[in-house]
């Protein structure tokens, strides 16, 4: 069983950062993320990494704010996230799979899924 644990979550100010991070036990994933959830919207992708060659995937609405990374030694995913704005307010869930195609975006693709943590925003 992979289990993955969220932590880092909080509350802050517009302009804020906070740091997230994931404990992925060692399994040969192929693709790492983080997705966020607010209440009445679907799920969504926000960065997410490729542990073949380490490319990162951002979407637009946090491109430039947000940085995913990833510790292999420690089994660690991180996302630092800066110049937060009210609309980040949401449950932000770690992910991680296995799949070799498919957009990194969609949560399909991935197989393992955090408990989630929730990060508010205040203007």
């Known amino acids: 069983q992979v289990q993955l644990v969220e932590s880092g979550g909080g509350s802050v100010q517009a302009g804020g950062s906070l740091r997230l991070s994931c404990a992925a036990p060692e399994y040969p994933y192929t693709r790492m993320g983080w997705f966020r959830q607010a209440p009445g919207k679907e799920r969504e992708g926000v960065a997410a990494?490729?542990?073949?060659?380490?490319?990162?995937y951002y979407s637009e609405s946090v491109k430039g704010r947000f940085t995913i990374s990833r510790d292999s030694a420690k089994n660690m995913l991180y996302v630092e996230m800066n110049s937060l704005k009210p609309e980040d307010t949401a449950m932000y869930f770690c992910?991680?799979?296995?799949?070799?195609?498919?957009?990194?975006?969609?949560?399909?693709?991935?197989?393992?899924w955090g408990q989630g943590t929730q990060v508010t925003v205040s203007s």
């Open positions: 990494i490729s542990t073949s060659d380490g490319s990162t």
């Open positions: 992910a991680a799979g296995t799949a070799v195609v498919g957009s990194w975006a969609d949560s399909r693709y991935y197989d393992y």
